[in-house]
């Protein structure tokens, strides 16, 4: 029987036109957005090349580290990298994929809430410009969305071993990210219905890893688990205050909108529909309210994500009887939509930096910088104080700091483990239970710094650079002391 030549455009387009339009506009935004890529990013990608091109696991080529916070972002990016020859077009590769696999896992999340079609466009487009979201491409937070919203999929559709993959992959493109999985799964009803399935899946994704890791690498969990600063949203706050308002005005709408569908669920259609979406939100807050201690900026995402897809979809279903709330529901999100594209066209386009970032350098500058330090050095070691990712990255060279030192980690392991209760020190042993603590640090031959004031007279060579966060400032490369 042939297809009606007619009726086959209409079914490719019902296929792929939703991926298609997805895949176009995450495109525009990376190339945008990979003009300044954060330093976070820039360790990432080293990580991606070295592997790639080096079968090396490490910041730099000249030692090996474990301070890749999402191994299976790493691995997904090497084996693009392999394919593309290039760490930040496959970056740009994996964040298309990321952001297509997101809106097929919001599609059938809709379909089997009944969430009318305009949802998943609109969660699309306030998640690609939210402030904090935009300043994490490069970093394995988009992969971590989509792997998320597949295991509330499967979860919805009870599939334990299906759920079991989704969730141990969710562990590791993060670890933390297990927080949101065990929600998930917890919110089932009669979540223990296939529980040994979803177990046993989960354990065949991550053992496998965890177990490499801790014999070959020496620590099972990162090392950023004893080295990362603490980052809270007051900081950010403090340093980005638009950027941040605007990142997060999702989260305490979302914790109002929970309340209201927790009461409401058994009595309201509307409220039934959410239950998904809410899941979803309220691992997000979860894991906000518990990382948020300890972590870095990135470790919002869960919750902005998880609330923005949940009040997006809360608008969505809005009865039409209910013409004013439709109409508040829709001015809110345009506004929302707006503020956003606000902050991140503020400083005029083309951006230098991230809307919140760390950097003390803009990419271009580390663009020339990097090959300048290179030359300087001629293989010898360069201690960085700050942004070791960037410069990693631009020069390829050997730099030095905790992140690509493994003897530099053990004053950390010792310092961190002296603070701990004796149950969180008890797992840091165990964690690092195969580290050389024989590993003495590497001794730099150079240091790259900066200063507000003049240059050391020592320095090889000097650069003004200038930022939003410390303002300008000269970085210099000196001879180690």
Request: positive net charge.
């Given at each position: 029987m042939r297809s009606d030549p007619a009726v086959l455009p209409a079914a490719v387009r019902r296929v792929w036109g939703a991926p298609a339009g997805v895949a176009a506009g995450a495109t525009v935004v990376f190339v945008l957005v990979s003009a300044h890529l954060t330093d976070d990013a820039y360790?990432?990608?080293?990580?991606?090349?070295?592997?790639?091109?080096?079968?090396?696991?490490g910041l730099v080529e000249?030692?090996?580290?474990?301070?890749?916070?999402?191994?299976?972002?790493v691995l997904v990016l090497a084996a693009v990298t392999v394919v593309?020859?290039?760490?930040?077009?496959?970056?740009g590769v994996v964040y298309v994929g990321s952001q297509v696999a997101l809106v097929l896992g919001l599609k059938r999340l809709a379909a089997h809430a009944g969430v009318p079609r305009p949802f998943v466009p609109l969660a699309f487009a306030a998640l690609l410009v939210n402030p904090l979201l935009v300043s994490a491409v490069g970093l394995e937070v988009a992969l971590g969305a989509a792997v998320a919203v597949w295991v509330l999929v499967f979860a919805t559709e009870r599939r334990p071993a299906a759920l079991g993959f989704a969730a141990g992959a969710l562990t590791?493109?993060?670890?933390?990210?297990?927080?949101?999985?065990?929600?998930?799964?917890?919110?089932?009803?009669?979540?223990?219905?296939?529980?040994?399935?979803?177990?046993?899946?989960?354990l065949a994704v991550t053992v496998p890893w965890f177990v490499?890791?801790?014999?070959?690498?020496?620590?099972?969990?990162?090392d950023t688990v004893v080295i990362d600063a603490p980052t809270s949203p007051l900081r950010l706050w403090r340093d980005f205050p638009t950027a941040t308002a605007v990142s997060l005005l999702a989260l305490p709408f979302a914790a109002a909108g929970l309340l209201w569908t927790a009461r409401r669920r058994r009595e309201s259609g509307v409220a039934g529909k959410l239950t998904p979406f809410a899941v979803l939100a309220a691992?997000?807050?979860?894991?906000?309210?518990?990382?948020?201690?300890?972590?870095?900026?990135?470790?919002?995402?869960?919750?902005?994500?998880?609330?923005?897809?949940?009040l997006v979809a809360g608008g969505c279903v809005i009865p039409k009887s209910l013409a004013p709330q439709r109409v508040a529901a829709a001015t809110?999100?345009?506004?929302?939509?707006?503020?956003?594209?606000?902050?991140?066209?503020?400083?005029?386009?083309?951006r230098r930096f991230a809307p919140i970032t760390g950097n003390l350098a803009a990419s271009d500058e580390y663009a020339v910088i990097g090959p300048q330090v290179a030359e300087l050095a001629k293989g010898r070691a360069v201690e960085s104080t700050t942004d070791a990712g960037a410069l990693a990255y631009a020069c390829d060279c050997h730099v030095v700091d905790e992140f690509s030192d493994r003897g530099a980690v053990d004053p950390a392991i010792t310092e961190t483990k002296d603070r701990s209760s004796d149950l969180g020190r008890a797992l840091l042993e165990a964690n690092f239970h195969n580290f050389d603590h024989t590993v003495p640090p590497t001794q730099p031959d150079f240091v790259l710094a900066t200063t507000c004031g003049a240059p050391p007279s020592t320095a090889l060579a000097a650069w003004t650079v200038d930022s939003p966060r410390t303002g300008t400032q000269h970085l210099y490369l000196a001879p180690a002391r």
């Open positions: 360790a990432t990608l080293s990580y991606a090349r070295n592997l790639a091109f080096h079968a090396h696991w000249q030692s090996t580290a474990n301070t890749a916070t999402s191994p299976l972002h593309v020859r290039n760490a930040v077009v496959a970056a590791l493109v993060r670890v933390d990210l297990l927080v949101v999985a065990l929600v998930v799964f917890a919110a089932r009803r009669e979540f223990w219905a296939g529980v040994w399935r979803t177990a046993f899946a989960a490499f890791s801790w014999v070959v690498l020496g620590s099972a969990v990162p691992a997000g807050l979860v894991h906000f309210v518990l990382s948020n201690t300890t972590a870095y900026p990135w470790s919002c995402a869960p919750g902005i994500v998880g609330s923005t897809v949940f809110a999100a345009g506004l929302a939509l707006a503020a956003a594209a606000a902050v991140y066209a503020e400083p005029g386009l083309p």
